[in-house]
């Protein structure tokens, strides 16, 4: 085979992955936003059949000769090309060595779970969840040995969702933020908390809509290239570099739940709007990782989105929008407000300094359950332990419990760690920015050219071509460390709190 | 081979088919509604791809050797699955006909040849269009050859749109319109017209989307299943029975234009969700011909929705709705203006009596163009003589004349004439109905439960499994004859403008 021809079906191939993820992305995008109520089957039939026409794809026998062929010559590849190569080779191994008779019972499994669990959460009851979580535990803990037997099962599936990052590391990393950020916590709450009511006020849905549009100007979100649409949940889903849209959700009696979400989905929206085009198409052409894409969220939710000057800066155009409901509100209240810390039950809804503590509770657990030294049926009561120990919280029941994520259901073990690790990773970014530029400077003057700029060199344009630990460790200058990120929180919450 | 494998594999296919075009409507259906401007470039790669893979999977030798085998034991097959086998042996005939290098010059000529058009008609000049038509034509002699070489190139290409119709049938057609109708047409052009000032006044978009949701709750049609969104031209798009879209426009200046867009609309959508759920995911469970369509949409347009008692039966709901803009306006002055006759020149704003004439002429200038005794560079004095003869205006610019509709610049000749046939078609069925049922005393009570009902039963339910000529004919209780729809013109018009 000649090479250009390889890298000709290379090519093609990747197009034909994009073609089906798009098409994915489209009717899954219509079925949250449009379409009737009454429709999911029909699309549930045709989301499943391209599925499956993906895998047969990603598994076929030809590919895996045409990518052992490549790999063979892979010192003439370019660096794009062998990033490619590389990927590729990476998802077909991991199909193929799941038998494929296990690879569809499991999806089946997966499918069903969701709603298992739904009805689940809704009655509060574990005990329906458990013997399909049982199975999807043992399905886990099986992929984990098909995946990579010479690792720790959980290691194992750690690498599909961050890869360099193992137990050894989260354990410490873990153990920093605990040692560091529980004393925080507990002194907090011997505090006078401040008063937040007028983020309650009635903030009417038309002024909201208006203000998110403000707030995806400030953000230098390209309208031509990136949609804002409403949906229960908010999420950011990515065409491709040129073809970005997030979504929100209004409630009227609450100013900071949509500011916020379109702030953090606009995070993701820029990293992949920020990819370099020539990857476009292509198994290189979105974020790296979940991990690496929290860490742009997260910035801009929290790092600039709740910070004093970037507050500054954007508070007379709320106190315009919003006259009756901001109007004898300080911007200063307004800060203190929306960083308002205090131990909860619900990780979507926690503040930025007890966030990592509820992602704790569920490390611990899934090291537990995939390591085998948990049974499934104990997750209620470790979990409501864990939230005691770490957030001083009691767990009434099982829905504001360990039924809250629908992560499990949908066989996802080893997600959770990447939603720290991006918070941190954030911080460690923010550091090196400041170095660089006059971050605080320009926020302050509602201007965020620079710090959109320096993000986009130092980290979106790469798209997956750089591994998160590499691009974390060239855009700061040095390897991950948590202890930029405990020192962040802790000097931030001393001061708002007087510690 | 096993017939029963024979016939799993057969449905594997039409699912797969299903999947493929679902994703493409999901594509299509967001680009024209919520996808941000400058996004065309990645939906494009991606509608390209999933085309591709349709037609691989079409024109698969595989599939031939699969529907040849099925097809000699048709004799053991049942109705459903040898409609399918015919349908799917049809397709797969004419994509193997076609040389792949030309298929794929010619789709490449197709996506060009719309920006071409669309310029064209911009600047108004048929010569910057008429070289890519020239080669769409040559094309379509060459390809009808292929579908069909013992027939007239012409009647090769109408098969594709309306099989069982010739242009020995057509001429008849056209024939009897004209004589009938062009008479009356010169007649009413010496009558008074009707006030329709009132038609025109501010109706502001939020009453108008209400006024939707009223036709749709009138029209039966269930939202749990039927979504309305907004286009810049209207369209009806169906997934599968369960799930149909349709699309509407408002002009804030304009009642008539959307509210007769959601009727016609959702005449389309009655079919698509009136068909048989069992036949969802296969190649027969959708509407059968672009005539049978046009002949729904047209009935509840048309029939229903411009007759006296359907406009008594929802005035009251209107005058409501629009209490400022039609107040003063009584149900007989607003019918009359809904039915004005004027000669006009663009086909998609003509009223209904005029309207078959328009569709004439493009069938005159198809007929000559693919039967090659008209050269593309004559359309524009060919075309605008016809207007003169048939409806006597004068068409002063390109434009308003031969560059008024897309249909040729996507390749399609012999698509018009269903349009005329759809509206006698219809008449022809509401003929029938009026044996049946009490049409117009439940009508007049804004009740459309018996008429769907009939509709339902004699056409909807059947989706594709009967051909075109013979679900008129079964629908009817007589083979198709144009005389009842002419029939109805003249007797409405001339009661209407007292000739």
């Not at 760690?417 to 006059?438: F, H, K, N, T, W």
Request: aromatic share 10%; glycine share 8%; proline share 4%.
């Amino acid at each position: 085979m000649e090479l250009k021809e390889g890298l000709e079906q290379l090519e093609e191939l990747q197009r034909k992955l994009y073609a089906f993820r798009a098409a994915c992305s489209a009717l899954y995008l219509d079925g949250v936003t449009t379409a009737p109520s009454d429709t999911e089957q029909g699309r549930g039939v045709a989301l499943g059949i391209l599925a499956g026409e993906e895998h047969k794809l990603m598994s076929d026998p030809q590919l895996g000769a045409l990518l052992e062929q490549l790999w063979e010559r892979r010192e003439a590849l370019d660096q794009v090309h062998l990033r490619q190569v590389e990927e590729l080779r990476r998802r077909h191994a991991r199909l193929v060595r799941i038998p494929a008779q296990e690879y569809m019972e499991y999806a089946m499994l997966t499918s069903q779970a969701s709603a298992v669990w739904h009805q689940a959460k809704e009655q509060s009851d574990f005990s329906l969840f458990q013997p399909v979580l049982e199975q999807l535990v043992a399905y886990n803990i099986k992929f984990a040995g098909y995946y990579d037997p010479e690792k720790a099962p959980y290691d194992a599936l750690l690498q599909e969702y961050e890869r360099g990052v193992d137990m050894a590391a989260l354990d410490q990393f873990f153990a920093t933020l605990r040692e560091r950020l529980v004393p925080v916590i507990q002194a907090i709450g011997a505090q006078e908390q401040p008063d937040d009511s007028f983020l309650f006020r009635h903030y009417p849905l038309e002024d909201q809509r208006r203000f998110s549009d403000y707030l995806m100007e400030v953000l230098r979100l390209d309208r031509a290239h990136c949609a804002i649409g409403e949906t229960e949940h908010p999420f950011t889903l990515n065409f491709n570099s040129q073809d970005v849209r997030i979504t929100t959700k209004y409630n009227p009696n609450q100013v900071a739940e949509s500011m916020y979400s379109v702030i953090h989905e606009g995070g993701h929206a820029l990293y992949e709007l920020g990819v370099d085009p020539a990857l476009d198409y292509t198994c290189v052409g979105g974020g790296v990782s979940m991990g690496v894409h929290e860490s742009q969220s997260r910035f801009y939710e929290n790092l600039i989105g709740r910070s004093l000057p970037f507050l500054q800066a954007i508070y007379p155009k709320m106190q315009e929008i919003f006259p009756q409901q901001l109007g004898d509100v300080t911007v200063e209240q307004f800060y203190r407000a929306v960083n308002k810390a205090q131990p909860s039950l619900i990780r979507i809804d926690a503040d930025e300094l007890t966030y990592s503590l509820h992602v704790m509770v569920r490390y611990e657990i899934e090291k537990q359950l995939i390591g085998g030294t948990l049974a499934v049926a104990d997750i209620p009561q470790t979990w409501n332990r864990l939230y005691k120990e770490y957030l001083g919280v009691e767990v009434p029941d099982d829905r504001s419990g360990c039924l809250q994520d629908s992560h499990w259901s949908g066989g996802s073990f080893g997600y959770f760690p990447s939603y720290a690790l991006g918070s941190a990773y954030g911080v460690q970014m923010l550091r090196a920015m400041e170095r660089d530029i006059d971050v605080w400077g320009t926020v302050a003057q509602g201007d965020l050219s620079q710090v959109n700029g320096w993000l986009g060199e130092k980290i979106h344009r790469f798209g997956s071509l750089v591994e998160p630990a590499q691009l974390v460790r060239q855009a700061c200058g040095e390897a991950f460390d948590p202890v930029a990120y405990t020192d962040y929180l802790v000097e931030k919450y001393s001061r708002l709190y007087n510690l």
